[in-house]
């Protein structure tokens, strides 16, 4: 009788007659061992016992292995079942000490040809890791897999250009699965991102660092993550993560183990865009992450990768990129200005060197490039124009305290602003908001006062 304990094997009476028990052991050096521990114990009971922790892929996969010993050998392996059969065997340590053409050679031998399978049996194979992990990597099963489609992938890419059509185009009448075979002129450069979005972060995350290591256009990496990112999440619900009603117990786990999994895809992904080259995505594709990360409430320290890599590129957003609503328990403006405040930090000390200072501090100093042939376009004044449309938009906000008005005003250097024309008019309408809120409340003073 096989039966999974927690994450264990329990072997009850298992075939007691020793005809039975002779191909297992005869197999397996693991169970042959643990037979000859146990069998001194339990002769005198007639009964035999043995439990094997944590076995890989549990109770099915057990199964595989003890048809492949009690069939001699005669099983079909396929890309289906190789990669948890290769770990079994890993396991019960089926060498060739015990039996010859045991599973790990077979198993072995099946996987050599991996760099001539198709690409969707090297997916498949690549997929049926995620139950057996642990082994998989101390067998390698997982690095011949990304070996594998790192290739395949590689092989389409030679012409890439940025400007290549959608994930999806794959031209009619071409499969998808042998695209690497065609001429890369007629077919999409980005065919492989649907195909590897359905791999769970953990193994999508090793074929991304095998790209990586050979080269691959950093701004393609960064393309198919975002592309990852928006398959994953409608999956776990994230459109309802806010509006979900909790009618029960039941209801509200599930909730919660949903969000906890939204929260860890986009982590993930966005600590794998910083080990891209900075401006690999887009400056809009961040503040979309960004208002994401804020939804999902995900850790400071994803939410401090964001900023950063945002405020490295801080010249080419626009002002509906920075409007970002406050949220009310934290702050009573309308908009998130300690936001703001960070990204100018963070463009700031992408070009100079400077000492670890609050970004809300006016001491910030950079010295202005001289070598600009036209001064209007630099980084540093774009950041300057975007500032002045972003003061001038929060002005107005009755509840935008005057030490927080005062950091966005200094938060740049003078070099930042070929005139102030901007900047003035912004303080023109703060200062007038400001004295209609004084005039308002001594108004109200004195009627109380009368009354």
């Known amino acids: 009788m096989i039966s999974l304990v927690s994450s264990s094997i329990n072997l009850c009476r298992l075939f007691s007659s020793f005809p039975f028990q002779k191909p297992l052991m005869c197999h397996c050096g693991h169970i042959a061992r643990l037979y000859k521990s146990v069998i001194p114990k339990t002769a005198c009971q007639g009964l035999l016992q043995m439990q ?58 099946f996987l050599k040809d991996m760099m001539f399978w198709d690409w969707d049996d090297i997916l498949n194979a690549f997929k049926e890791c995620q ?19 790192t290739i395949k992938i590689i092989s389409t890419l030679s012409d890439y250009s940025p400007f290549s059509s959608s994930p999806d185009s794959v031209p009619y009448g071409v499969s998808r699965c042998n695209t690497w075979k065609r001429s890369s002129k007629h077919v999409s450069k980005t065919w492989w991102f649907s195909d590897l979005s359905i791999l769970p972060i953990s193994l999508m995350e090793r074929v991304l660092k095998g790209l990586q290591m050979r080269n691959v256009d950093n701004k393609m990496l960064a393309r198919f993550l975002l592309h990852y990112l928006r398959f994953s999440l409608p999956i776990l619900s994230y459109s309802r993560v806010s509006v979900r009603k909790k009618s029960n117990q039941n209801e509200e786990t599930l909730h919660d183990y949903r969000a906890k999994m939204q929260q860890q895809v986009l982590e993930k992904v966005v600590a794998l865009l910083t080990s891209l080259e900075r401006t690999s995505a887009s400056c809009k594709s961040l503040f979309s992450l960004l208002r994401v990360s804020i939804a999902l409430n995900a850790s400071k320290l994803c939410g401090k990768q964001l900023e950063r890599m945002i405020g490295s590129q801080l010249n080419t957003a626009i002002l509906d990129n920075i409007l970002i609503p406050s949220e009310p328990p934290r702050c009573s403006s309308l908009y998130d200005v300690d936001l703001v405040l960070r990204l100018v930090g963070y463009f700031l000390k992408e070009r100079q060197t400077l000492p670890s200072t609050s970004v809300s501090e006016s001491q910030i100093t950079v010295t202005c490039s001289t070598k600009s042939s036209s001064p209007l376009q630099s980084p540093l004044t774009k950041v300057g124009r975007l500032m002045d449309k972003y003061i001038a938009e929060v002005a107005p906000d009755a509840n935008l305290k005057p030490h927080k008005f005062q950091a966005l005003t200094q938060s740049l250097p003078n070099c930042a602003r070929p005139t102030h024309d901007g900047l003035y008019l912004a303080v023109d309408i703060y200062l007038e908001v400001c004295t209609k809120v004084i005039v308002v409340n001594f108004l109200d003073f004195l009627y109380l006062s009368d009354v």
């Open 52 to 109: 094997l922790l944590d076995f890989p892929g549990g109770a099915d996969v057990f199964e595989l292995a003890a048809r492949f010993c009690y069939c001699h050998g005669r099983m079909a392996i396929t890309p289906f079942n190789v990669s948890k059969l290769r770990c079994a065997g890993e396991y019960l340590e089926m060498t060739e000490n015990y039996r010859e053409g045991n599973l790990i050679a077979i198993t072995e031998m």
């Open 131 to 149: 139950d057996v992990f642990f082994l998989a990597e101390k067998t390698h099963v997982v690095e011949r897999c990304v070996e594998a489609l």
